[in-house]
Nanobody, 125 residues
Framework: QVQLVESGGGLVQPGGSLRLSCAAS????????MGWYRQAPGKERELVAA????????YYADFVKGRFAISRDNAKNTLSLQMNSLKPEDTAMYYC??????????????????WGQGTQVTVSS
């Protein structure tokens, strides 16, 4: 069993910043990959960013490149997403995700099967 708890969401004006955090506990392995997904009303859940277990590799969706930064602290079992230059279209529920994985420096883009409850991000003036 893996528990993922997100925090840091809220209401922010366009152009503003937010930092999301995810605390992981339970059956976590040192090679697990982690990522952030989001889902807006009426849309499918989509991968925003993901990071390898070593932290050496990261993936970003085109719509957040240059604005968001993903990081992790393996000593504390935490995952973060720094979101800058936020746009109204970034409004969504953001979910922390984990995939049990065996490749420390590779980033999977699918197959995440452990999820947090989500944290709402609303970008509006």
């Amino acid at each position: 069993q893996v528990q993922l708890v997100e925090s840091g969401g809220g209401l922010v004006q366009p152009g503003g910043s937010l930092r999301l955090s995810c605390a992981a506990s339970g059956n976590i392995f040192s090679t697990d990959a982690m990522g952030w997904y989001r889902q807006a009303p009426g849309k499918e859940r989509e991968l925003v960013a993901a990071i390898s277990s070593s932290g050496a590799s990261a993936y970003y969706a085109d719509f957040v490149k240059g604005r968001f930064a993903i990081s992790r602290d393996n000593a504390k079992n935490t995952l973060s997403l720094q979101m800058n230059s936020l746009k109204p279209e970034d409004t969504a529920m953001y979910y922390c995700a984990l995939r049990h994985w065996s490749y420390a420096d590779l980033v999977p883009k699918t197959g995440y099967d452990c999820w947090g409850q989500g944290t709402q991000v609303t970008v509006s003036s």
